[in-house]
């Protein structure tokens, strides 16, 4: 493998690394997110949900920037024809997944997983797929709970990306991300049952 490659991986895994949702709560508010929240999970919606909007969403805009600057910088300076270029894709998320010294305390990836993808425009399939099939899912066929619908969201986001004919690294860094967010999704399973129903209340 080319080292500029290796060293995007490892950028975008450090990156990945930092958990903002979960610092920014605890420095700047003493809420702990992983200890106060129900599913223990370092993410946004714990962090707006225990900390408050500006804290929460202050965690959200570094949450994207630390999957979308790896993925952007790479973009415009390796080959995304080479396969080595879907593990770029995917390091940020990994890192958040299952971060450097915190290996068994990482996220559910969805907030990263969102910045790497930003981080392709101008290529901006693979994005409005992940953002259309959340709107979907939330708003017209709702799934509940938000487990089953971010594994049903990520698991067609893999199957989507093969049908709009994208560079073939990018196609497998999108399935990367996707199971990804999948198994971190299933450790943190409580025995939830799921449930489907049209539109949603309001």
Request: some cysteine; glycine content about 10%; proline content about 6%.
């Amino acid at each position: 493998m080319d080292w500029k490659y290796l060293f995007f991986i490892l950028l975008g895994y450090f990156s990945g690394s930092v958990l903002y949702a979960r610092m920014l709560p605890r420095f700047l508010k003493g809420v702990d997110v992983t200890r106060q929240s129900g599913d223990g999970n370092p993410g946004t919606a714990n962090a707006v949900r225990l900390a408050g909007w500006p804290v929460g969403l202050l965690s959200l805009g570094l949450e994207l920037a630390k999957g979308a600057a790896p993925v952007f910088f790479a973009a415009r300076n390796l080959d995304m024809s080479q396969t080595a270029f879907a593990l770029v894709l995917a390091a940020p998320a990994l890192g958040h997944a299952f971060p450097f010294g915190r290996f068994t305390k990482g996220g559910k990836a969805i907030a990263v997983s969102f910045g790497c993808l930003l981080g392709l425009l101008p290529l901006w399939q693979p994005l409005a797929l992940l953002a259309g099939l959340y709107i979907f899912f939330s708003v017209v066929l709702v799934v509940s709970p938000h487990l089953f619908r971010s594994v049903l969201v990520f698991g067609l986001l893999a199957a989507g990306c093969f049908l709009l004919k994208l560079p073939a690294p990018v196609t497998l860094g999108c399935c990367l991300l996707s199971a990804l967010v999948i198994l971190r999704h299933l450790l943190r399973y409580q025995g939830e049952k799921p449930a489907v129903r049209l539109f949603k209340k309001a």
